[in-house]
């Protein structure tokens, strides 16, 4: 039974089951998407026991030729590269009345939905996000496909902090052989287009590194860079006004970071950066000056006590009551000592007299005390060396290496340049590891995923 003769939602009596279609190979679990166009159900393929993304098309009643072309072209699309920061196409076909075609699952949430629980992000993390777009893009126009639709709601998070870049429905390629009609008319989100897809001139990859650009400056401001008035006055002023400076909106936000958002957003296409590949070298150097890591995990590392400090930290709003119960604490150490200062002035005995300090050893004959052997330099060095030492369980665990590498640049940020920058490159491989690792499905429910 086609979906389209299925009752509607508000027409199902209460505390009946949702009625669900019936689709050979695959069941379906749950709803994730519900478009004008198309359906994305969480689903398990039968024969091989994994959780998909299932994206169904009703065959009846018969979709236009437009809509059907553009399913099929961003089937086909997904299929012609495959990257870790690009959802996997599985299988494809039509099946018991359905078009279909079975993609990754990625568990997590959309940086939209993130924008809206958060407010705006840190420029860290928007580097972090931004870098692996950029690599998608890279992939992408390699293969001579445009996304033309790059924005916060196309952008998916898993747990790890891995992007995937969807939302390849109106992905243009011109090795398909596809209709004209399908770019007849001018497509996109007006809050994120470049200034010639607004026009309706041919769009190139420039196109979608103006379409980078204003979403980092969503990211970290908190709104697209023309947010107010209808569509066609969004529009409009892509094509005539200049955004505000980032780093006027957001005052201490790098300025290297902040110039290049503006150079994506230029209304020329020959003033942006050339290529996605210089645009990922850019920001990947941001990067490795400021890693981004989960800050529950670096905490974690630093205190070695995975198991009761990872449950505490996993609860909601726990740094606030970390923060809350410190400041308790401290507020009542001072309270008792200086209870205790003014009870030994009231005649009450003192507490005993310290032991005599044991004094510090002594520098060898000739030397300069100023250049002995620093304590912490030493500490350093043996941390150092048993991270290296751990090397072999890093290559399996990447994000351990992460952790443990990132804590290591906190914890000594006055460490040699030598150690420092042997550190940077290891953090980096084993955030290399840990990205291009694959991943099981399961996981959170994905509320608003556009391929």
């Known amino acids: ?35 004008s166009i198309s359906t994305v159900y969480k689903a398990r393929q039968d024969r091989l026991g994994r959780i998909v993304a299932l994206k169904l ?96 709601k196309n952008i998916l998070l898993d747990p790890n902090g891995r992007v995937k870049l969807v939302g390849l429905g109106l992905a243009k390629c011109d090795a398909a052989c596809f209709s004209r009609n399908l770019d007849a008319q ?20 420039r ?23 209808l569509p066609a006055a969004v529009m409009a002023k892509h094509l005539y006004e200049q955004p505000k400076p980032l780093n006027e909106v957001v005052p201490g936000l790098g300025g290297e970071f902040a110039a290049l958002v503006m150079q994506l957003m230029a209304k020329e296409p020959a003033m942006r950066p050339g290529s996605a590949r210089e645009v990922a070298e850019r920001l990947e150097k941001l990067a490795e000056r400021n890693p981004y890591v989960e800050e529950r ?34 507020t009542g150490l001072a309270a008792f000592g200086a209870w205790w200062a003014l009870s030994s002035r009231d005649g009450r005995p003192a507490s005993p007299a310290p032991a005599e300090a044991v004094p510090p050893p ?57 150690y420092r920058a042997e550190a940077f490159r290891r953090l980096n491989q084993y955030r290399q590891i840990e990205m291009e690792k694959p991943r099981p499905g399961g996981g959170q429910k994905e509320k608003d995923l556009e391929f």
């Not at 103006?210 to 400056?217: K, V």
């Open 362 to 418: 002594a520098v060898a004959p000739g030397t300069d005390r100023a250049s002995a052997p620093d304590a912490s330099a030493a500490r350093m060095v043996e941390e150092f060396k048993r991270l290296v030492a751990q090397e072999a369980q890093f290559r399996r665990e990447g994000w351990r290496g992460v952790s443990e590498w990132s804590a290591f640049l906190r914890v000594y940020p006055t460490a040699p340049e030598q």
């Open 1 to 35: 039974m086609s979906e389209a003769h299925l009752p509607k939602a508000d027409q199902i009596p209460a505390g009946l089951p949702e009625l669900r279609p019936q689709i050979g190979g695959f069941t379906l679990l749950e709803k994730l998407y519900d478009g």
């Open 207 to 229: 196109s979608d590194l103006y379409g980078l650009g204003a979403t980092l400056y969503a990211l970290v401001s908190g709104r697209p860079p023309f947010d107010r008035g």
């Open 186 to 205: 001018t497509i996109g989100t007006p809050h994120f287009m470049a200034p010639e897809m607004i026009r309706g001139y041919t769009a190139d990859p």
């Open 57 to 152: 098309l009703a065959e009846y009643p018969p979709p236009s030729d437009v809509v059907l072309e553009r399913f099929n072209r961003a089937t086909y699309v997904n299929a012609q590269v495959v990257h870790p920061n690009l959802v996997v196409l599985y299988e494809s076909g039509t099946r018991d009345g359905y078009h279909f075609s079975a993609l990754e699952y990625v568990p997590g949430q959309t940086v939209q939905e993130l924008l809206h629980e958060r407010g705006r992000l840190s420029e860290r993390r928007s580097v972090h996000i931004g870098w692996q777009v950029a690599r998608a893009l890279c992939a992408l126009h390699e293969r001579g496909i445009l996304h033309r639709n790059l924005k916060p």
């Open 297 to 330: 995990r670096a905490w974690v590392a630093v205190a070695s006590k995975r198991g009761v400090a990872e449950r505490l930290l996993s609860f909601p709003r726990a740094g606030l009551f970390l923060a809350t119960l410190t400041v308790v604490f401290v």
